[in-house]
């Protein structure tokens, strides 16, 4: 009898590739000339990135300058939740955080649609903010993520513990 092959699907960001980006995207906006007396600026605030610059048009390009960094290091920009220029005094800002893990919605969605689209006899479980999809046949599996890679999802996904 053949033993179960599995994998899980999961939705991660690499924290230190991300530093990097933030970090380049820095520097890039305290040497650029556009960006010389605006004030502007890039940084961690806990878990969260906040940008700051003097006019809103300044804090979108402080933001678009650091999705370019990110799709530079690899980072999908769908794991990026940035949220809309706010006044703040004399500054706008903009606030933006790193989307990890699979919710509970987006995972039974998932699973549905593994269940709908993919081949007979696979199975996805959910485990926390990871899903383990499983079957008898490896290339069943190939198939699945397949699948998944073709479906137009809000999440980065990457597919680990292939065994």
Same mark, same amino acid.
């Given at each position: ?54 006019? #809103?048009? =300044?804090?979108? &390009?402080? %933001?678009?300058?650091?999705?370019? +960094?990110?799709?530079?290091?690899? $980072? @999908? ?13 004399? #500054?706008? =800002?903009?606030? &933006?955080? %790193?989307?990890?893990?699979?919710? +509970?919605?987006?995972?039974?969605? $998932? @699973? ?32 699945? $993520? ?18």
């Amino acid at each position: 009898m053949a033993s179960e092959s599995s994998f899980d699907v999961v939705s991660k960001v690499d924290r230190q590739e991300a530093d990097n980006a933030l970090n380049q995207a820095a520097k890039e906006i305290n040497s650029r000339y556009d960006f010389r007396g605006t004030d502007a600026s890039i940084a961690w605030t806990g878990e969260a990135i906040q940008m700051k610059a003097v006019s #809103e048009d =300044r804090v979108k &390009a402080i %933001l678009d300058v650091f999705q370019s +960094k990110l799709v530079k290091r690899g $980072i @999908s920009l769908k794991s990026l939740e940035d949220g809309e220029p706010y006044p703040s005094g004399k #500054e706008y =800002r903009i606030d &933006a955080s %790193l989307k990890e893990g699979i919710d +509970k919605d987006n995972a039974k969605k $998932i @699973s549905k649609y593994i269940r709908d689209e993919g081949p007979k006899g696979v199975k996805a479980q959910i485990q926390g903010e990871e899903l383990r999809v499983s079957s008898k046949k490896r290339d069943d599996l190939q198939e699945v $993520i397949a699948l998944l890679k073709s479906k137009d999802l809000d999440l980065d996904l990457q597919f680990v513990n292939y065994r």
